[in-house]
């Protein structure tokens, strides 16, 4: 039953890319450095007693990334942001799709790969461990310019390297690049990561939550040295993130992920302003506000204890996969996968209130009080 | 960290011992020369004499000078403990951490092998090869119990091998575009020294008691000196019974120094690694007690 549905979303999905094509929106020209066209993953898990099970990690993603534009990739833990990085990044081949460097499809040869990484380099989440504790920082730094800069002479890659550190304020760097990793703060370690990345000379620079392991006091920071790379250097950035103020202040534009889909795109203030999926609207009015009082948030969440959680990605819901949280769920929502509603300026979502001329509900109330008054009246909404 | 290590005194008693052992086996000739003695030398007017007088450690049977028969024994026995630990130390290493690091048929193909010399009977194994490789040397022995020791080692490096090949900085090295062989010996293989220092030791225990035991089995170049074949030759002409003790006690002594050492060695290799094994530094132990005190009488006082 369940692969019959999703036999049916795959052509669904598989149509609208057509959809898009047809009115020519992928194409080199118009400049897009890394592209990930319509991918998927699929995990095979062995259980106990040889059973497998297919874990749908992403489902049908397009990610597009601009030289000098940051995208935000935002969505609650399990959604499948990493995973889609990791294929980014090419440590996971995509089960479906593919990714496209300049418009050109990615192989999977030795060289080609070292190519590919020569202009796309990923930031991990957690510095504490994507350092070798056991090599210096000039050591990290010296490697990445040995590989992709072999013209360089030993002085030259010392220049480089005092220039590089920097780059990313790690001053002075003389001393810095003798220093073991335990011997740096977090963010002076993501810093080192950075300019490791940055020594292989990126196009695109693809950053996996790498913030969230960071004391709340230097995030700003961290965050201010993405801006300046995208603004000085032109590179394009993903930024992977579950924090939806940080994204704010950092990009241009945002992709909210649920459950392995891409649910709803567009540029950054009119996402924010005026969500157009209820997933995103969750997202934005769980995130805190400062400028919201103690009241407000009481009254806020009052009578919505439950939230709900993300779904199984072993046997994910028929339909929307959001219509089991969905205050606004209706008879389709529960049977078929919505389809994408362009609605201007390259912000589109994935909803059947557009569809069915209900998008205005989404402005009128709040995700808690709609599912507080879902729940005073069952099956009322539809 | 190196100070560190050295200030356990489990490190420095050991290393002492293996250092003073080490000297035997290099100065040896030289030592037994400088005291007039030689191994070979049949003294037939001191046959089986207790230790005293000419003979500090006594005499054998065969009259042969029992203490000069231990130096020049460590000689053989540390050159086989050494040949034959980095031998299976190093085979351990070029098994165990390509299996772990590179995985999926490589690993299968390897940890096959590993697991086959595993279960091999290794002792009766070795008895045939050495049987049917004729004039047994100390090399050949070496070689052999390297050759058929590693296997152990080999899959504990693959179960490290294969949880530091998945850690972050090892995918960031290779996504920066380092080769295969770089990244196994210079981003993985760092992380295994301790692994590997500690298995080194054991392996020269090992094979220090192997060659006594193939010796005392009669499986060694009957002229060369070791201990085993001293131990070997005291059984035959069972000085046991007849109570020459300072025939075989003195080698057997020797053994089972090396072995201690190495091991006091070890704990302190694996301290190192484990830092909760760790002994409190003096200044720490002396807080705690003055805290304990003080709690003790403040306790005592508002009884």
Redesign the interface.
Same mark, same amino acid.
């Given at each position: 039953m369940s692969d019959l549905l999703h036999g049916v979303t795959g052509e669904e999905a598989g149509e609208e890319v057509s959809v898009t094509d047809r009115h020519g929106a992928p194409s080199p020209d118009e400049g897009y450095v890394l592209e990930a066209r319509d991918v998927s993953k699929h995990f095979t898990v062995r259980g106990t007693l040889g059973r497998t099970s297919v874990v749908r990690a992403v489902e049908h993603a397009t990610v597009r990334l601009k030289p000098g534009r940051i995208l935000a990739l935002v969505g609650e833990s399990g959604s499948g942001k990493t995973t889609l990085a990791r294929m980014l990044?090419r440590?996971h081949e995509p089960t479906e799709g593919e990714i496209l460097l300049r418009g050109e499809p990615v192989r999977g040869s030795r060289r080609e790969r070292?190519a590919y @990484?020569?202009e796309v380099?990923?930031i991990?989440q957690?510095p504490f461990?994507?350092?070798?504790?056991?090599h210096r920082v000039r050591y990290n730094l010296d490697?990445?310019l040995r590989? @992709?800069q072999p013209q360089l002479d030993r002085a030259g890659r010392d220049r480089r390297i005092t220039e590089l550190l920097e780059r990313v304020s790690l001053t002075p760097a003389a001393e810095f690049a003798a220093k073991f990793p335990h011997e740096l703060s977090g963010g002076q370690r993501q810093r080192v990561?950075i300019a490791?990345a940055l020594a292989?000379e990126p196009k695109v620079l693809l950053g996996d939550e790498p913030i969230s392991m960071l004391d709340v006091s230097i995030r700003l920071e961290m965050l201010n040295l993405l801006q300046r790379l995208r603004a000085e250097d032109g590179l394009a950035l993903l930024y992977i993130t579950h924090d939806i103020a940080s994204a704010r202040y950092l990009c241009d534009e945002i992709a909210v992920m649920y459950a392995g889909q891409m649910v709803e795109s567009g540029p950054k203030e009119e996402v924010i302003a005026a969500p157009q999926h209820p997933y995103t609207k969750l997202l934005i009015e769980s995130s805190p506000d400062p400028e919201r009082g103690v009241e407000d948030r009481e009254a806020l969440f009052a009578g919505a204890d439950e939230l709900g959680e993300p779904p199984s990605l072993i046997d994910p819901p028929a339909g929307c996969r959001f219509h089991p949280r969905c205050p606004f769920a209706m008879q389709e929502c529960r049977e078929q996968e919505p389809p994408r509603t362009e609605l201007g300026g390259g912000h589109w979502a994935k909803c059947w209130l557009h569809t069915k001329g209900r998008a205005g509900e989404l402005a009128a109330t709040t995700h808690a009080e709609a599912t507080a008054a879902r729940r005073r009246t069952p099956e009322g909404a539809s | 960290m190196s100070t560190g290590f050295l200030a356990s005194w489990k490190v420095r008693t050991g290393l002492a011992v293996l250092t003073f052992f080490m000297l035997l086996a290099l100065l040896g000739p030289w030592l037994t020369e400088l005291l007039g003695l030689d191994p070979r030398a049949n003294d037939t007017s001191a046959i089986a004499q207790p230790p005293g007088g000419e003979h500090l450690l006594g005499t054998d049977q065969f009259g042969q000078d029992v203490l000069a028969q231990v130096v020049a024994g460590a000689r053989g026995s540390m050159y086989v403990g050494l040949v034959g630990a980095l031998v299976g130390t190093a085979m351990a290493i070029l098994v165990g951490v390509p299996a772990g690091y590179y995985g999926g048929r490589v690993d299968g193909a390897l940890n096959f092998l590993t697991n086959l010399f595993l279960v091999l009977p290794v002792l009766p194994l070795i008895l045939i090869v050495a049987g049917y490789l004729q004039g047994t040397g100390l090399t050949t022995i070496a070689l052999i119990i390297g050759f058929f020791g590693w296997s152990g080692g080999a899959r504990t490096l693959r179960a490290q091998a294969l949880s530091i090949a998945h850690?972050?900085?090892?995918?960031?090295?290779r996504?920066?575009?380092?080769k295969g062989r770089r990244l196994v010996f210079f981003?993985v293989l760092?992380?295994l020294t301790g692994l590997i220092a500690s298995m080194f030791l054991h392996a020269m225990i090992g094979a220090v008691m192997a060659e006594a035991g193939l010796a005392f089995l009669g499986i060694s170049d009957s002229s060369a000196i070791s201990w085993g074949t001293m131990i070997q030759s005291a059984q035959q002409q069972s000085a046991v019974l007849r109570g020459l003790w300072w025939w075989f006690v003195p080698p057997g002594l020797c053994i089972a120094l090396i072995g201690t050492a190495a091991a006091l060695v070890n704990f302190g290799v694996d301290e190192l690694a484990n830092p909760k094994l760790r002994a409190a530094r003096p200044v720490s132990v002396r807080r705690a007690k003055r805290l304990a005190r003080a709690a003790a009488t403040t306790g005592g006082g508002s009884r």
């Amino acid at each position: 039953m369940s692969d019959l549905l999703h036999g049916v979303t795959g052509e669904e999905a598989g149509e609208e890319v057509s959809v898009t094509d047809r009115h020519g929106a992928p194409s080199p020209d118009e400049g897009y450095v890394l592209e990930a066209r319509d991918v998927s993953k699929h995990f095979t898990v062995r259980g106990t007693l040889g059973r497998t099970s297919v874990v749908r990690a992403v489902e049908h993603a397009t990610v597009r990334l601009k030289p000098g534009r940051i995208l935000a990739l935002v969505g609650e833990s399990g959604s499948g942001k990493t995973t889609l990085a990791r294929m980014l990044a090419r440590f996971h081949e995509p089960t479906e799709g593919e990714i496209l460097l300049r418009g050109e499809p990615v192989r999977g040869s030795r060289r080609e790969r070292r190519a590919y @990484h020569s202009e796309v380099q990923l930031i991990f989440q957690d510095p504490f461990g994507s350092l070798n504790p056991l090599h210096r920082v000039r050591y990290n730094l010296d490697r990445a310019l040995r590989l @992709h800069q072999p013209q360089l002479d030993r002085a030259g890659r010392d220049r480089r390297i005092t220039e590089l550190l920097e780059r990313v304020s790690l001053t002075p760097a003389a001393e810095f690049a003798a220093k073991f990793p335990h011997e740096l703060s977090g963010g002076q370690r993501q810093r080192v990561v950075i300019a490791r990345a940055l020594a292989v000379e990126p196009k695109v620079l693809l950053g996996d939550e790498p913030i969230s392991m960071l004391d709340v006091s230097i995030r700003l920071e961290m965050l201010n040295l993405l801006q300046r790379l995208r603004a000085e250097d032109g590179l394009a950035l993903l930024y992977i993130t579950h924090d939806i103020a940080s994204a704010r202040y950092l990009c241009d534009e945002i992709a909210v992920m649920y459950a392995g889909q891409m649910v709803e795109s567009g540029p950054k203030e009119e996402v924010i302003a005026a969500p157009q999926h209820p997933y995103t609207k969750l997202l934005i009015e769980s995130s805190p506000d400062p400028e919201r009082g103690v009241e407000d948030r009481e009254a806020l969440f009052a009578g919505a204890d439950e939230l709900g959680e993300p779904p199984s990605l072993i046997d994910p819901p028929a339909g929307c996969r959001f219509h089991p949280r969905c205050p606004f769920a209706m008879q389709e929502c529960r049977e078929q996968e919505p389809p994408r509603t362009e609605l201007g300026g390259g912000h589109w979502a994935k909803c059947w209130l557009h569809t069915k001329g209900r998008a205005g509900e989404l402005a009128a109330t709040t995700h808690a009080e709609a599912t507080a008054a879902r729940r005073r009246t069952p099956e009322g909404a539809s | 960290m190196s100070t560190g290590f050295l200030a356990s005194w489990k490190v420095r008693t050991g290393l002492a011992v293996l250092t003073f052992f080490m000297l035997l086996a290099l100065l040896g000739p030289w030592l037994t020369e400088l005291l007039g003695l030689d191994p070979r030398a049949n003294d037939t007017s001191a046959i089986a004499q207790p230790p005293g007088g000419e003979h500090l450690l006594g005499t054998d049977q065969f009259g042969q000078d029992v203490l000069a028969q231990v130096v020049a024994g460590a000689r053989g026995s540390m050159y086989v403990g050494l040949v034959g630990a980095l031998v299976g130390t190093a085979m351990a290493i070029l098994v165990g951490v390509p299996a772990g690091y590179y995985g999926g048929r490589v690993d299968g193909a390897l940890n096959f092998l590993t697991n086959l010399f595993l279960v091999l009977p290794v002792l009766p194994l070795i008895l045939i090869v050495a049987g049917y490789l004729q004039g047994t040397g100390l090399t050949t022995i070496a070689l052999i119990i390297g050759f058929f020791g590693w296997s152990g080692g080999a899959r504990t490096l693959r179960a490290q091998a294969l949880s530091i090949a998945h850690r972050d900085f090892v995918r960031a090295m290779r996504m920066l575009g380092e080769k295969g062989r770089r990244l196994v010996f210079f981003e993985v293989l760092p992380h295994l020294t301790g692994l590997i220092a500690s298995m080194f030791l054991h392996a020269m225990i090992g094979a220090v008691m192997a060659e006594a035991g193939l010796a005392f089995l009669g499986i060694s170049d009957s002229s060369a000196i070791s201990w085993g074949t001293m131990i070997q030759s005291a059984q035959q002409q069972s000085a046991v019974l007849r109570g020459l003790w300072w025939w075989f006690v003195p080698p057997g002594l020797c053994i089972a120094l090396i072995g201690t050492a190495a091991a006091l060695v070890n704990f302190g290799v694996d301290e190192l690694a484990n830092p909760k094994l760790r002994a409190a530094r003096p200044v720490s132990v002396r807080r705690a007690k003055r805290l304990a005190r003080a709690a003790a009488t403040t306790g005592g006082g508002s009884r």
